[in-house]
């Protein structure tokens, strides 16, 4: 089961290199799915050289919003960052 939470960078990887092809935020979460904001792509990995209107059909569709439920083991996801605000909220509870 994921365990992503709202502010975590998150990477989709390539299933046998392990590269990252996407990266995005997870902008909104609750027990069953999270939302991802993609904001970044491996532009090699998807033929934006290749041709003008690769780029726009990247920016459209590789860059949108996703809904993952947390039992979809299929999407190759990956923690790349935490949420800062809550290891900012751990450290201060820490020192208080």
């Known amino acids: 089961m994921w365990t992503f939470k709202t502010g975590d960078l998150i990477a989709k990887t390539h299933p046998v290199t392990n590269k990252p092809l996407q990266m995005g935020l997870v902008i909104k979460d609750d027990t069953t799915t999270f939302l991802v904001k993609w904001t970044w792509?491996?532009?090699?990995?998807f033929m934006e050289k290749e041709e003008d209107i690769f780029k726009d059909l990247n920016n459209l569709h590789l860059l949108s919003m996703?809904?993952?439920?947390r039992q979809n083991k299929a999407p190759l996801l990956s923690l790349v960052s935490d949420s800062y605000f809550d290891d900012y909220q751990e450290t201060t509870q820490q020192v208080l």
């Open 41 to 45: 792509y491996d532009k090699v990995f």
């Open 66 to 69: 996703v809904q993952i439920h």
